[in-house]
């Protein structure tokens, strides 16, 4: 492995990991509100329902803004960091981004008794294309930048 290509490889084998963690391992912060109340099986195939739903039942803003908020968050580095290892553009790592998101959507619902919600599918897809926008800016940032040997 090129050596410029070793810290990226770590950050995003740690990323994958604690998205691992977080959507398949820890304790269902998101749970259903089907009709045998919180927790359980469950899907939505409705874009923009479920956080609809979340907006009209809680008590408070912050529980859709954490929700939405923190689907596009998990998976901002995904696309700021694959790009680092492989050279990618914008509609595959996206495509990429959706693909991983549905498998772990299909995952949660098939065999951890959790809520499979094309809107997390919708948030995390769109983390993804903001990762990659953070990477190219990035990019251009870093290309501007003078370097002097002192």
Do not use: H
């Amino acid at each position: 492995m090129n050596k410029s290509k070793l810290i990226p490889f770590i950050l995003f084998s740690t990323y994958l990991m604690v998205l691992i963690y977080i959507t398949l391992l820890a304790w269902n912060y998101g749970a259903s509100l089907g009709d045998g109340g919180p927790g359980g099986r469950n899907y939505n195939v409705i874009p923009f329902r479920s956080i609809y739903r979340i907006s009209w039942y809680s008590p408070t803003i912050f529980d859709p803004l954490k929700i939405v908020v923190g689907n596009i968050l998990l998976f901002i580095p995904f696309g700021f960091l694959l790009p680092f290892l492989i050279k990618i553009r914008l509609v595959k790592i996206t495509i990429l981004g959706f693909l991983t998101s549905f498998c772990i959507e299909l995952f949660q619902f098939s065999f951890m008794y959790r809520v499979a919600d094309v809107d997390d599918l919708i948030l995390n897809t769109l983390g993804v294309s903001l990762g990659f926008f953070l990477y190219q800016l990035f990019v251009k940032l870093k290309q501007r930048i003078i370097y002097i040997d002192v």
